[in-house]
């Protein structure tokens, strides 16, 4: 990984220097600079709607009662495009954009998730948030807490029950 944003860091710009110099040879530095600006103020425009948008979405999904998997993947997609937007250069903004739009971006979220998705379920089901790392006496990192199991938490004690179950003498 340390490779991958070392190389990124030295090819990256030295790529935008020479598109930058290829683009401004043949439409001129005035235009060239212009054209960067002008694309990165739309781009700002575009992560300030689309970022909006997709916060909007993540709230209506969360109020359904639903988890915003694919809402909260295009967050990070939309704010990987607005960190790409600020890095001057023609190459990082084609790349920006395409995170921005919409349809492009659904290819990007569906890549990510196909290659990222497995890492993060796995995390999420045998990592730290399991327990892993000691979540106390009685915590089965399967299935939480045992059923009819006494849990201490200090001042008080209660029964662990699994209140789907019929007969576990749940109230709704």
């Known amino acids: 990984m340390f490779r991958i944003l070392a190389v990124s860091f030295i090819v ?13 040879g043949g439409i001129g ?3 060239a600079i212009s054209l960067v ?17 997709t916060i909007r979405r993540v709230e209506q999904r969360l109020a359904e009662g639903s988890l915003p998997s694919k809402e909260l993947v295009d967050g990070v997609l939309i704010a ?19 995170l921005l ?6 290819v990007a979220r569906s890549w ?11 995390t999420t089901t045998g990592g730290a948030a399991t327990g892993s790392f000691g979540f106390g006496p009685g915590f089965n ?15 008080a004690t209660y029964d662990a029950r699994d209140d789907d179950q ?6 709704d």
């Open 29 to 31: 530095w005035l235009n």
């Open 112 to 122: 990510s998730m196909a290659r990222y998705g497995n890492r993060i379920r796995t």
């Open 141 to 155: 990192p399967g299935g939480g807490f045992r059923s009819g199991q006494v849990i201490d938490i200090g001042e």
């Open 12 to 24: 990256v710009p030295i790529l935008e220097i020479w598109v930058l110099t290829q683009v401004a």
């Open 166 to 171: 019929p007969g576990s003498g749940a109230t």
């Open 80 to 98: 990987v495009g607005g960190a790409l937007m600020l890095t001057p250069g023609f190459i990082t903004d084609a790349v920006s954009l395409l």
């Open 37 to 53: 600006i002008v694309v990165s103020v739309v781009g700002a425009w575009m992560v300030k709607q689309q970022g909006l948008g």
């Open 101 to 106: 739009f919409p349809p492009t971006r659904v």
